[in-house]
């Protein structure tokens, strides 16, 4: 516990100092931005149990509208954010109502074809831009009080909401709600023979899930300018599930060291290797399902955990 | 009578004829994962990328060796069901035992590698394949006109189906393939092979992806991303039909393209969406599919 302990110091403080070491901004924001999508993610498939494929819907949807009303309507960044995370919300309630009719592989299929009816929509609808989607997105200010143009205030922003989601995800576990999703996750007859609302719950959660998902597409779009298709496409989708499961899906950390990683690789990766990027992303998914279905800080996990059991054992 | 609606109705027909050629693709690609599904447990997410190596695999082989359309039809199938052989042994195998999502999240990075491959080779702009010559030109049957090459592709694709389906529901293999699919180690009690059956299983299944393939190349574009989208709609007429009933698969894949092709001719903006509408609706009237059990 004390080398969690020291470990979540050690992070922090290279967080709040990243505009001091010269690490280009705009990358750590969007890092995080993906970092908060997968933390999103993971409420639903690692404490749920819910494997969907179409959360690009979500963070694309939200990412649309608060680009929309940042830049056609000039709204703030604050309630173009809220509006945002709202029209998610509302389209999380409409997917996860009809997804949830069924399980497993099906629920995966399910959203998987309703999120590439959003992103038709996202296509067709006259105010997306179509092909070009939206660019130009002014950021505002936050309050009318700060510039974000600056790249250090948008910085902390987008600092503080990852914190928030973070620590939001970890209290929605905690809670009492939480123990029921998880209860539901590993045994769903005990939990509907013990008087839950199964369905519910997994609604509730599925709704959640979406919404900070569009939290983290909303603050994407302000942070790089623009939405478009491949934020709503099925290859985001895909990528979210590659980053909880790469760090390790149930965990609280793994999300975030999954998102550092699949954004870092993207980045770096595209300018030495160009298009062979899908290439590679497809291999390590691979890899993954194969070798470490845990994830890195889940097999972290329970190597400590071993170590741990055989040191007592030792006593 | 030649307009309904203010529509002439060879337009009409001509967009259903379109419609029941892309459902021949849909029929013949669910039908394929309904039966992959029934055995091994695996959503083949690699479907659609196995369809495009498909086509690609007519393509280079005519570009390359100078092999026509009728060895491609056989040929081309041949040469994916044996990369599908190697995907199960060396890969899907690994997986039996656990939760089927990881099958379909293995295939899912399957399909990106087999996709971006094609796409790093080949570019993104399709390529086009002529149609043979023996099935170029028109019948007119007075009242419309319809290419012989389309005629060729839903009369290969019904028969290839109800051929399937003949196999698995009318003879001794398919009823051995059905047993394994209802309890495979009491099966291999018997003294049955399951594993071979397995990857005969997948193996056959990738190959009828591998033959739509073929089948679309002289009449769409032969791209690497042709199978990324078709794969989600095929995934979609799976749930409208429910994944257990091979009937199910062939009819519903039909009807889906039927009513596609029509939403065309009504209202074009929703031709894209139609099946995904239709699936939500069926999903909230009959959770299980229109021929599932559950």
């Known amino acids: 516990m004390r080398v969690a302990g020291v470990l979540y110091v050690l992070v922090a403080v290279f967080a709040l100092c990243v505009p001091l070491l010269g690490i280009y901004p705009v990358f750590m924001m969007k890092l ?36 929309w009303l940042a830049t056609a309507h000039g709204w703030g960044a604050v309630p173009a954010i809220l509006a945002g995370m709202a029209v998610s919300a509302i389209l999380g309630l409409v997917i996860g109502a009809i997804a949830i009719r069924r399980r497993g592989i099906y ?9 590439q009816l959003t992103y038709f929509v996202c296509l067709e609808a006259p105010f997306t831009g179509g092909e070009n989607g939206l660019q130009g997105v002014p950021r505002g200010t936050l309050f009318g009080l700060l510039q ?53 719950y997994r609604l509730v959660a599925f709704v959640l899930s979406a919404t900070l998902a569009g939290l983290a597409g909303s603050l994407k779009a302000l942070v790089l300018g623009f939405a478009s298709l491949s ?54 998914f691979i890899a993954c399902v194969l070798a470490f279905r845990r994830g890195i800080i889940g097999e972290l996990a329970a190597l400590h955990a071993r170590r741990s059991d055989a040191t007592s054992l030792d006593r | 009578m030649t307009e309904i609606f203010g529509i002439p109705v060879a337009v009409i027909l001509g967009q259903l004829m379109l419609g029941l050629v892309n459902g021949s693709f849909y029929a013949m690609l669910s039908l394929g994962l309904a039966v992959i599904f029934g055995l091994m447990g695996i959503v083949n997410f690699a479907h659609g990328a196995f369809y495009a190596l498909g086509a690609f695999a007519a393509l280079l082989g005519l570009q390359w060796f100078g092999v026509n359309y009728w060895a491609a039809l056989v040929l081309a199938p041949l040469a994916v069901g044996l990369v599908g052989v190697a995907v199960e042994r ?77 196999v698995i529901e009318r003879t001794r293999l398919g009823g051995t393939l059905r047993a394994a699919t209802e309890n495979a180690p009491l099966l291999q009690a018997f003294g049955v092979n399951v594993p071979l059956l397995v990857v005969a299983t997948y193996g056959g299944g990738v190959a009828l ?16 991303g042709m199978g990324s989208s078709l794969v989600i709609v095929v995934f979609a007429v799976v749930v409208i039909g429910g994944m257990g009933s091979i009937l199910g698969a062939i009819i519903s894949g039909l009807a889906l393209g039927i009513v596609e092709g029509f939403t065309k001719v009504i209202y074009p903006e929703a031709s894209n969406v139609v099946v995904f509408v239709v699936m939500a609706l069926v999903l909230i009237v009959r959770p299980a599919g229109l021929f599932g059990r559950e």
């Open chain 1, 148 to 200: 974000l143009n600056s790249d250090v205030a948008m910085y902390y922003l987008v600092l503080a909401a990852f914190v928030a989601v973070f620590l939001f995800v970890r209290r929605v576990v905690h809670s009492p709600f939480g123990q029921v999703l998880k209860a539901i996750r590993d045994n769903e007859p005990r939990a509907i023979s013990l008087g839950y609302d199964v369905n519910r």
């Open chain 2, 209 to 224: 992806a591998a033959l739509a393939g073929v089948l679309s190349a002289p009449v769409l574009l032969v791209t690497s």
């Open chain 2, 90 to 166: 060396l890969l899907l195998r690994r997986l039996y035992g656990l939760d089927p999502l990881y099958g379909l999240l293995l295939t899912f990075g399957l399909a990106l590698v087999i996709e971006g491959s094609l796409h790093q080779f080949f570019g993104a702009s399709g390529q086009s394949y002529p149609v043979p010559r023996a099935l170029q030109g028109v019948f007119n049957l007075g009242f419309m006109i319809l290419p012989i090459y389309r005629a060729w592709v839903i009369a290969v694709s019904i028969a290839v189906c109800f051929g399937t389906w003949f």
């Open chain 1, 107 to 115: 629920f995966a299929m399910i959203t998987l074809a309703l999120a």
């Open chain 1, 231 to 284: 934020d709503v496409l099925q290859a985001n989708s895909g990528e979210v599930i590659l980053m909880t499961l790469l760090g390790g899906t149930g965990t609280f950390f793994g999300p975030v060291v999954g998102a550092a990683i699949v954004v870092t690789l993207q980045e770096y990766l595209s300018d030495m290797v160009g298009g062979w990027v899908t290439v590679i992303i497809g291999a390590v």
């Open chain 1, 32 to 67: 995080l931005c993906f970092a908060m999508f997968a933390c999103a993610y993971n409420l639903l498939l690692g404490f749920s149990g819910m494997l969907s494929f179409g959360h690009a819907a979500f963070f694309g949807s939200s990412a649309y509208a608060t680009a």
